[in-house]
């Protein structure tokens, strides 16, 4: 089966960089390999997500190549930006067994980023019921924790798959988030929660997210971002589908047997993903580390310093809104059912804003296609959340344009952190910078919580914190563009 008209914003990584300036010209290792939130790509650098990881399309640069620092130079390599695997296998690119894979890491990621895009209804009901007497940022810390280790723990699992393959991880993983949905039930306490959402939950689904999409790349090679974009639109599916779930179940049944029976889904979905998702090339030996770990020295690289900060700032201001806008309707005065029907029609917004990007980025370049997305996202919170009150109306208009301008910006951000290196070195850069971007996902949650509390449980604070931090992210990746590219906004960067 073959999808047809699916266009990402992942499809575009980095495709035809070359293009941008084809004067300055240094040599490269013909070689290249890199990780992306625990994923092994080949080739090229990748995208998100939260739900943050996303599918890779490769390129060749013929007789020229690009510096550590990003720079094209001249080589007398023919061709270059190959894996020697990938020159040699002919790779699937589609056919019933390739599709399979693709099916399975959509029921894996499913369970992941369809359960992190619910957080919203999780957090109203908690600080409604079993943690009633605690503030907004000690519930905060619990969704921070989760996120941060989705995220963190995310990049060491690359090598693992690469020496032993896609079972013991998705085995593992699977363990521990059926475990946490089961377990989170029984939860009564602080620290049931803490454990059993932030610790179990975060890490299992780094581990079942790395061997998803990375197992897509074995099978695809030039339809890579469309195959890995067909499963990455799970996250969006099951922030629609859960909310609607849990506001039948709460109320029909409790929260200890919605748990449960989540719990149940997740096993269905995980098993099918435990049999379906297989790797197709050889292992490699697990000997060398360096491509994972965080390289603080890259930092000096002034455009890569702005990049990194200005996805820190997009991560404090995205998570915000995901996660306070149930909590913010109930405060209103709307009903429960409202504000998880809200949390459907954002993720339906961000489903479809994915979509958009990935055209308005191979028009305009994807460094520029996520400044004007996250010009966007201010301008809806200042304009749109800030005044919308009670007013209903108002509430969805929001709902629906932020998530829409928003989608775009966990999938294009791992690409232009890959537009600020040369492709066989994004696996440092990558981690380099994920590494410290997920202390940006561990404390903006406690963060608005704090402004909550401050602000007398009244919203304002929260949505000036998220605007400033969209401002913020602006500044620096605009910065990061002047430095690499200058101010002409007519180039496609």
Known sequence: MQPVGLHLAE????????????RSLKPASPNVQG??????????????????????????LH??????????????????????????DDFPEGGLRAWLVVFGAFCGTFCIFGIINTTAVLLDYLTNNQLEGYSADQIGWIFGLGLFLTF??????????????????????????????????????????????????????????????????????KRRGNATGVAMTSGSIGGIIFPLILQKLFTVVGFAWSMRLVGFLLLFLLIIANILVRSRLPTKPMT???????????????????????????????????????????????????????????????????????????????????????????????????????????????????????????????VCVGQMCATENYGRYFATCW????????????????????CDGEYWGVIMFTGLAYAGAALALTTARVLKVGWKWNIKY
């Open 288 to 414: 060398n580390l360096r491509n994972i770990t965080p390289d603080l020295s890259l930092f000096k690289s002034l455009p890569f310093a702005f990049v990194t900060l200005s996805i820190f700032l997009m991560e404090w201001g995205i998570f915000v809104p995901l996660t306070y806008i149930a909590a913010y309707s109930n405060a209103q005065g709307h009903s429960t059912s409202f504000g998880y029907h809200i949390i459907a029609i954002l993720n339906a917004g961000s489903f479809f804003g994915r979509f958009f990007a990935g055209i308005v980025a191979d028009m305009i370049g994807r460094v520029n296609t996520l400044i004007l997305s996250i010009i966007l996202c201010i301008i809806t919170c200042f304009a749109l959340w800030m005044p919308a009150g009670d007013s209903k109306p108002m509430i969805i208009v929001f709902a629906i344009i932020f998530g829409f301008v928003s989608g775009s910006n966990l999938s294009l951000s791992p």
């Open 11 to 22: 499809d575009s990584c980095l495709k035809d960089q070359h293009e941008l300036n084809p």
């Open 35 to 60: 990780y992306s939130h625990g994923l092994k790509t080949e080739n090229c650098p990748v995208s998100d997500k939260s739900e943050t990881v996303t599918g890779t399309h490769c390129f060749s």
């Open 435 to 454: 590494i410290m971007v997920a202390f940006g996902t561990l404390t903006g949650l406690p963060i608005a919580g704090v402004i909550l509390t401050v």
């Open 152 to 221: 963190f723990c995310g990049a060491p699992s690359g090598p693992i798959f690469d020496a032993y393959g896609p079972r013991w991880l998705m085995l593992a993983g699977s363990v521990l988030l059926v475990l946490s949905m089961f377990l989170l039930g029984e939860c009564t306490k602080y620290w049931h929660f803490f454990m059993v959402y932030s610790v179990l939950n975060g890490i299992g689904g780094a581990l079942v997210n790395t061997p998803c999409i990375a197992s897509i790349g074995h099978f695809f090679n």
């Open 63 to 88: 007789k020229r190549t690009r510096s550590e620092s990003g720079d094209v130079v001249a080589s007398k390599s023919p061709t270059l930006g190959h894996d020697p695997i990938e020159e040699k």
